[in-house]
C-alpha cells in the first residue's frame, strides 16, 4: 500500500507561514482526490482542504483564503501552504485520499502561539 509522509510543521507565531508537505510513495496524486486533514488536541479530525486530479480545490471556510494546497505530480507530494495562521490552526496535520483510503502517516505537528 502507498505509504505517506507529512512533514514541515513547527512552532510559528500567529501571523506566520508554514509549508507542509506530503510525500507518498507511489503515483497517487494524478489519480485521486487528495485531502490535508488537521486534529486538534480532544477534537475529531476534521477535513481542511481538498485537490481533485484535474486541479479543482476546495477548502473548509475557517481556512479559506489563507491555506492553499498543491501538488507536483512528478515528485508524488503534495503541499498545503499556509498563510497568516492563527492559534485555532494549532492540530496535527494529515494528509490522505478523500474520503481517507490510505493508512494514515505519522502526521506533523502545527503550533500557533505567541
Known amino acids: 500500500q502507498v505509504q505517506l509522509v507529512e512533514s514541515g510543521g513547527g512552532l510559528v507565531q500567529p501571523g506566520g507561514s508554514l509549508r507542509l508537505s506530503c510525500a507518498a510513495s507511489?503515483?497517487?496524486?494524478?489519480?485521486?482526490?487528495m485531502g490535508w486533514f488537521r486534529q486538534a488536541p480532544g477534537k475529531q479530525r476534521t477535513l481542511v482542504a481538498t485537490?481533485?486530479?484535474?486541479?479543482?480545490?476546495t477548502y473548509a471556510d475557517s481556512v479559506k483564503g489563507r491555506f492553499t494546497i498543491s501538488r507536483d505530480n512528478a515528485k508524488n507530494t503534495a503541499y498545503l501552504q499556509m498563510n497568516s495562521l492563527e492559534p485555532e490552526d494549532t492540530a496535527k496535520y494529515y494528509c490522505n485520499t478523500n474520503p481517507p483510503g490510505l493508512s494514515w502517516g505519522q502526521g506533523t505537528q502545527i503550533t500557533v502561539s505567541s
Open positions: 485537490l481533485t486530479p484535474g486541479g479543482t480545490t
Open positions: 507511489g503515483s497517487i496524486f494524478r489519480f485521486y482526490v
